[in-house]
């Protein structure tokens, strides 16, 4: 799919120009306060080996217009899977039935010039028949790692995506958006006894860097030492006690409890834990919170939001005072504030909603090692699988896939079956310490809202917390 000018691929087969979508959001937006015409071309790809060969080559294209009215508090969305001017005009009738906007309109969003990532599509930089080698050495190597190995499972996805934010004020941005995705699940089994360790890695580049050799190499041994640790797991003990959570993919339990309840519409709504609290003491000393888009390459990064404003660093809470929510530009409007570069939107097909983009932790001042050691009777919870959270109350049920038990500030043994429990703005208040050892996830998040999913990137350093209750299973 390579192509001189990616736009071209919005403005294909003369259906639709650049001056008459200016001119249709014009026209069709012209009694709103706020809104845009938001054009997009994906293609995606996906390779899954299993059992020794490729089960599944998935390609795909897609192409469509979302066009989104806003007046008042009140939202006008129609979308289509053609783009063409005569799609968009029909659309437009659906703005209509919005009462017609009484104040200023609002100001579009500030210029960009940053990008984060490559212009180039991943899916053209490494032939077919490549993709599948990679998978099938993988495969081979994981099995030649260990004798317990019984079952092999490696998937490899990429997608590029071409937007375009047009507005009624005359505002156009552009922005061209890479993905790739390489994932291995092992299988071990000794002594009757199966169990799986999985791991994976990706971002907004291209596929080169996950084809270097150390990097798939890591991505199998992490796996294979997750299954093997397994193996040897002991039922996990229960009740309230200390926990120390590992630094990076740990993170996803802060941005499940916590950030949700962070972002701006729960906050205007008056449904989160932290509403109205913003100059408020929400979290121990030294946490400190942030949401940043803008990090080069990473999973969750933008360099515009679906909005077309530029992303940025925010600072959600900082030294455990509350200090700001993450914006779109429809509750940044109607709450008095600015909008933070945190208006995302799963496709064409959605309107966007304030969201994370990489939220993480900073690190603090402690050794992870005297962390440790500070623990007389607790569990490591190095990895975490799936959770469940109330975004009301924040109350989590969060269950680990890879921890340990802790006896006398020196690792025990392994632990399955141990979960979670807790509610977010009570977990902040009770950190007793922070690790110097800030880890970004390694580039496999999803978050779903709203029926919606994206990307998104979490982290955070080693983190000694007090009093969580855990469930085990012995």
Request: hydrophobic share 40%; net charge negative.
């Amino acid at each position: 799919m390579t192509i001189t000018d990616p736009r071209a691929l919005l403005y294909a087969e003369g259906k639709l120009t650049p001056e008459e979508a200016r001119a249709l959001a014009a026209s069709t937006l012209r009694s709103c306060d706020d809104g845009e015409l938001y054009l997009q071309f994906s293609a995606s790809e996906s390779f899954a080996f299993d059992d020794g060969r490729l089960k599944t080559a998935d390609y795909s294209r897609d192409a469509g217009f979302g066009l989104r009215g806003v007046s008042g508090e009140m939202t006008g969305f129609a979308h289509a899977n053609e783009i063409s001017a005569s799609a968009i005009a029909r659309a437009g009738e659906t703005l209509r039935l919005l009462d017609p906007a009484t104040g200023p309109h609002a100001a579009p969003p500030r210029r960009n010039n940053r990008h984060l990532y490559t212009d180039a599509s991943p899916l053209d930089l490494v032939p077919f028949a490549e993709k599948v080698k990679l998978l099938e050495t993988i495969d081979a190597a994981a099995r030649a790692r260990d004798p317990r190995v019984s079952q092999v499972t490696a998937s490899l996805s990429g997608s590029w995506s071409v937007v375009e934010i047009v507005r009624a004020d005359g505002f156009v941005a552009t922005d061209i958006r890479p993905l790739v995705r390489l994932n291995v699940s092992i299988v071990a089994e000794a002594n009757g006894r199966r169990e799986t360790g999985s791991f994976g890695m990706g971002g907004r580049y291209l596929y080169d860097h996950l084809f270097g050799e150390a990097q798939w190499n890591r991505v199998i041994d992490e796996a294979l030492g997750h299954a093997l640790v397994n193996l040897e797991s002991v039922a996990a003990p229960a009740g309230e006690m200390t926990v120390l959570l590992g630094p990076g993919w740990p993170g996803v339990l802060l941005h499940e409890a916590v950030g949700h309840g962070l972002e701006g519409d729960f906050n205007r709504k008056g449904t989160s834990a932290f509403s109205g609290r913003i100059g408020q003491r929400v979290a121990a000393p030294g946490v400190t919170v942030v949401d940043d888009g803008a990090i080069g390459e990473r999973r969750g990064s933008l360099s515009i939001d679906d909005e077309g404003t530029p992303t940025s660093e925010t600072v959600l809470i900082e030294d455990g005072i509350l200090k700001g929510y993450m914006q779109d530009r429809l509750n940044a409007r109607l709450m008095g504030m600015e909008p933070t570069g945190n208006g995302r939107r799963e496709s064409y097909a959605h309107p966007p909603l304030p969201r994370m983009t990489n939220t993480f932790m900073r690190a603090g001042r402690d050794d992870p090692q005297e962390l440790l050691s500070r623990i007389g009777n607790g569990i490591f919870a190095k990895s975490f699988g799936g959770g469940q959270v109330d975004i009301v109350s924040g109350k989590f049920v969060f269950s680990c896939t890879e921890a340990y038990k802790v006896e006398n500030g020196r690792l025990g043994a392994p632990i399955k079956g141990a979960t979670l429990i807790g509610d977010g703005p009570s977990v902040l208040t009770r950190v007793s310490g922070i690790g110097n050892d800030l880890e970004l996830d390694p580039g496999i998040g999803m978050c779903g809202k709203a029926g919606q999913g994206v990307p998104a990137g979490v982290g955070q350093p080693t983190l000694l917390i007090e009093g969580i209750t855990v469930g085990g299973t012995g």
